[in-house]
């Protein structure tokens, strides 16, 4: 998939997960359904950093969420990451502290 189909996909996958519809989405950010739509198929660009600050305000994301691209090995870390830190345990090499 290319950049701009993987920012699609990620504002659909937030749209939904907040409840919003295109329709109103898309009015929040001043462009039509219809733009939406094509944005999130990945038909079309978000061709404007105002929006795309503005959908990712509405959307309670950081622009970063939704532009930088992630590598599964970098997820997979920060995953497996925060697993351990929320059993309490060290990650691997790392020393335990005697209580």
Do not use: C, F
């Amino acid at each position: 998939m290319d950049a701009r189909g993987e920012i699609g996909r990620r504002i659909a996958r937030a749209r939904r997960r907040r409840g919003l519809s295109q329709a109103v989405l898309s009015g929040l950010v001043g462009r039509s359904e219809s733009w939406l739509s094509q944005v999130e198929r990945g038909q079309r660009a978000v061709d404007n950093h105002t929006v795309l600050n503005a959908l990712a305000d509405i959307l309670g994301l950081p622009v970063d969420e939704l532009t930088v691209k992630k590598t599964t090995a970098m997820t997979r870390y920060q995953a497996a990451s925060a697993i351990r830190q929320a059993r309490g345990v060290a990650p691997p090499g790392a020393r335990m502290r005697n209580a």
